[in-house]
Each structure stands twice: as structure tokens, then as C-alpha cells.
């Protein structure tokens, strides 16, 4: 078997080094702590009295004790077992240990965890964009066939009403990112595809870029511009799925985010009833996919 054939045999990442999507932002208030365990690794995620975001192994450097049973009192997080007081970076008042602190951000409405050092944060639209975002989803199905799903090109138009005006552009940077963009029209004819088809004269100019378990969509509809970032976070059960939607400041952007946070949402939950259960195969004959195929298989393994 030469190079190029073993490589297309790889299994795609189960997780991949990167940034992850355990949390919308409202829902971590100041004060609180939240845990999550990420490919093995329990970590605790809390938000400081002044709102800055910490990110630590779960169990204190000192004894042990699972630091979620702590409480947050300034800018510490202060252990339950013997009140050790450990800061965001991980350094800890008055002592010489530290706890390991992983790098968090919040980005649209997302707080991320970063797995794997180097990697930039994902990003959609801009610092003019307002966001919301819907409940999270769980689905039974791998991340990779979510995200094989938003790079299918030929379900746009048996599952969206939506057909490509010019052929879609597809291109890769190994380890970092994969990206698509296309126009499209809307031949579907439901309540969302109408709408859709008014608000941007019938051309829709679309970008994704895959970040490994995190989306990033940005569209141009002529009179305004949407953005979307939909982390996809491993579970036993298959995938949770955080979805946050955005539109730049302006006039009536109240109305525009709802707008687009109901078309996201109706054009997600089309793809999510059809791949509940799906069974991913690499093997099809599309470049698209297989281009997605080949970056997946060049991310690293995360490791705690």
C-alpha cells in the first residue's frame, strides 16, 4: 500500500487538538463553576467576581479533593478540602504548587477550551456582530458526520431546497483549517425558504471554515450579513451541539438576530433529522468531502 492509499485509510479523530465548545456564555455566571471531562481529562471551567474565565484540572494539586465541590470567592476558585485559593493562570496564594490552567476564551457567545497549543481561536464575523444562540442539541451521530453533513454540497438540494449557481471552492491548510465557500438560490418552496429567498434576492453567498470540532459560517445576503459558530462537543451518546448565531450592529438588529437565529435553526434541524443514527463512510466520490476527509486526518490526537 503506498502513502497516499494508507493515508486515506486513517480513521478520522475522535478528538482532535483544537478548541472546544463546552458552554454557551450565558450560562456561566459570575461565581459559578462548571466541570467537564474532554478526551478523558476533567477539567473545571468558573467565572471570577470581575467575569474572567479560569480553566483547571478538576482535582487540587494539594490532596486531591474534585474542585467542583469549591466555590469561587474573588478572583480564586477556593478548594472545599483545605481552602487552597488558586487563581485563573493556576498559581495558587501563598504556595509553591500550581494547578495545570488550560486556555479558555469566549468567542460569540461560546466559551472554549483549547486542546493542543497554537491553534487560533475560531472565529465568525467581527467585533461589530451581536449573538444569541438556541438551547444545545444532542444528537446520535459522531461530530465528523456533522460536519461531513455541512459540507455536503449535493444535500443542499435534496434536503434544503437550495441549488449552487457555480461550483463550490474547496481548500484546505493542514492542521489548521478547511474551507468552502459557494452561492446558492432557493428552489425550495416552505415558509423559511421563501422568506430566505426575498431577504436575499435569491443569491446566497456562503463561507464555512472547519476548525476540527468547531463550524464557522459566514453569509452574504446582499442587505445584511449573518454569521454562525456551531461547536460540536463529543459525548458517549454521540454529539452536543452549541449553536450561536450573529448580525453586525445597526438598525433594527433585534429583528435581524431573531430572523436569522429562526433561519439558522430551521435549516439546522432539517440536517439533524436526517443524520440521527447516521453510520459515517469516507469512501464516497466527492472532492469536497474527501478534501474535509484529508484535513481531518491531518489533525493531532488531543492529549491531556
Known amino acids: 500500500m503506498n502513502a497516499v492509499a494508507a493515508f486515506a485509510k486513517t480513521p478520522l479523530p475522535d478528538w482532535p487538538q483544537g478548541w472546544y465548545a463546552f458552554s454557551h456564555s450565558r450560562n456561566l455566571a459570575r461565581g459559578q463553576i462548571r ?32 474542585l467542583a465541590h469549591g466555590r469561587v470567592h474573588g478572583e480564586h476558585l477556593v478548594c472545599a478540602l483545605h481552602c487552597w485559593r488558586i487563581a485563573v493562570d493556576g498559581s495558587i496564594e501563598q504556595r509553591a504548587p500550581r494547578a495545570r490552567a488550560w486556555p479558555v476564551r469566549e468567542q460569540g457567545g461560546l466559551i472554549l477550551i483549547e486542546f493542543g497549543a497554537g491553534r487560533p481561536v475560531p472565529i465568525a464575523g467581527d467585533a461589530q456582530f451581536v449573538w444569541t444562540d438556541t438551547a444545545p442539541l444532542d444528537l446520535a451521530v ?36 478547511c474551507s468552502l465557500q459557494y452561492v446558492s438560490r432557493v428552489s425550495g418552496r416552505g415558509l423559511s425558504d421563501r422568506l430566505m429567498k426575498w431577504i436575499s434576492g435569491d443569491r446566497i453567498h456562503v463561507r464555512m471554515v472547519c476548525h476540527g470540532t468547531t463550524l464557522t459560517i459566514e453569509t452574504d445576503l446582499g442587505f445584511t450579513r449573518t454569521a454562525a459558530c456551531v461547536g460540536m462537543l463529543p459525548t458517549p451518546q454521540g454529539t452536543r451541539l452549541y449553536p450561536v448565531f450573529g448580525v453586525r450592529r445597526g438598525r433594527f438588529q433585534r429583528v435581524r438576530l431573531a430572523l436569522a437565529r429562526w433561519l439558522f435553526t430551521a435549516f439546522l434541524r432539517r440536517d439533524l433529522y436526517v443524520i440521527e443514527g447516521m453510520r459515517l463512510r469516507t469512501d464516497v466520490d466527492d472532492p469536497a468531502l474527501q478534501t474535509l476527509f484529508d484535513f481531518l486526518r491531518t489533525l493531532r490526537p488531543a492529549r491531556a
Open 142 to 177: 459522531p461530530w465528523h458526520a456533522v460536519m461531513t453533513n455541512a459540507f455536503d454540497m449535493p444535500h443542499l438540494a435534496t434536503v434544503h431546497g437550495r441549488e449552487l449557481v457555480a461550483p463550490a471552492q474547496v481548500s484546505m491548510e493542514a492542521g489548521r483549517q
Open 35 to 66: 466541570a467537564v471531562t474532554l478526551a478523558g481529562q476533567e477539567i473545571v471551567v468558573f467565572r471570577t467576581a470581575a467575569g474572567a474565565l479560569g480553566a483547571l484540572d478538576a482535582h487540587c494539586p494539594h490532596m486531591g479533593a474534585h
